[in-house]
């Protein structure tokens, strides 16, 4: 009898032992690091074009389109017909549509242009028109143009015209939060940071430089990121960067992507280099980018697919464990078609912000109380989708690189 009982305990002790090692072994296992490729030279070849104006098209501005001051052609009618670049048949009823800087003392007027103003702040990285109006408008500064006398002629035009359609201008709320101090803390959270000592926060004005760096070149590619996650919180509720996130977070829709912006990656043309791959490109595309400065803001790149449900649109992007355990955060029709002001740079993001970061964060996403202790799977919208195989894992899935610290 006595024999049997201490049997049944260490039988019962040994599963325990087991299912605990199961239990860390399913959190803390992860794919072992992977030597990063040597990093080779970009030769352009994925880059949106530039137009190179005909003679023609030339001649037809420099005939029709005199201003006595620096002018910015914006008309989209004008601008469609130049991007074929022949200009036989030029046939325009309606006014042209031309935008003049604010600072210019010299107005004119004219019947042959609707005119309109913009601001070119110079601590802004991005054009400001109809600053006054209820109808703000902004776009990247940064953008290709010729002159042809006093007029300025974008000359990446379906890039421009990109811009304009999501340069529709979104407010952030600005609420004044309440943060614990270091003092207010819990003796579990200090004891939880002696354990595991918390990422050092990012400084914010550094890492949204570097953000809109990565947008500077992801828009050489045609790409049109947004901003997601804990970063697109902290513009909207505090019109800046939450003081304890560790990262920040843009997402890009699956259909706008380019496969060349990740060859680029990989060359030393781009500032950026790649720490961290997930997933694949057609299922849960995760990469974490750093700067190659030395500057440690890791910068999240997800991949926002589109699937059909119950004969609507969802949009997701996807998470994964490092053992291979697959979440869907999930956002009914996805509108990434407005523009933002982040401490001075342009950063595009949903029309519908308040509507989005409820789905993500809950009712109570204007209280920092949530999302300090936030963990990244524990999103209100968030749920599993399956899981990648060891071997996807240990091959395909999850890349991450040894990096040394100095590059
Ligand atoms: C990439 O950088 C190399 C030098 O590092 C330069 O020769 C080459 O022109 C650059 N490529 C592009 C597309 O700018
Ligand atoms: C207006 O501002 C631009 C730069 O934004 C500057 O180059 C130009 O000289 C200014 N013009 C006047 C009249 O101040
Ligand atoms: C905006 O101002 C900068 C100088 O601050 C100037 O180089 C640039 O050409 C201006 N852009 C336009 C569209 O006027
Ligand atoms: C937010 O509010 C603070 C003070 O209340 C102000 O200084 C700051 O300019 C505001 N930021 C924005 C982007 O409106
Ligand atoms: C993604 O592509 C791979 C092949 O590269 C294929 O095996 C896999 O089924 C695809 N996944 C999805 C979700 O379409
Ligand atoms: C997920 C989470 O922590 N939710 C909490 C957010 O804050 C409110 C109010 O403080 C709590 O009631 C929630 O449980």
Known sequence: MTFSYRRAISYFTLIGLVCITLALWRTTWRPPLKNTKPLSSYNGAGFMRTLI?????EKWIRNTI???????LIDQSVLMELQENICDNMNFNQPIKIAVDSNQSTKFNNEEYEIFEFKNNSKKDYLEFNPSSESK???PKNIPLQNIGNLKV?????????FWSRGRFMDCRNFTMHRDSAKRRSILTHLKHLISPPRTPIPALESVEKLAKV???MLKFGIFPFLNGGTFLGWYRECSVIPHTTDMDIAILAENWNQEFSEFLWTHNSSFRVKRQLGMVNDSYELTIIPKTGFK???????MYKEEKNGKENRWVGGLTTTGIKYKYIYPEYDPWCAADLMGHLFWVTCTPEDKIKKEY????YLDENSSKYTWNAAKNAVENGRFTWTQMMTETYNEYRINDVM
Do not use: A, H, K
Not at 154 to 162: A, C, G, R
Not at 297 to 303: A, G, K, M, Q, R
Not at 362 to 365: D, E, K
């Open 53 to 57: 104006l005909s003679e023609n098209c």
């Open 66 to 72: 005199q201003v006595p001051v620096p002018s910015l």
């Open 137 to 139: 408008l902004i776009i």
């Open 154 to 162: 974008p000359t990446q035009i379906p890039m421009f015209l990109e």
């Open 215 to 217: 947008r500077e070149e």
């Open 297 to 303: 803001t890791p910068i999240d790149v997800f991949l």
């Open 362 to 365: 809950g009712p109570n996403w």
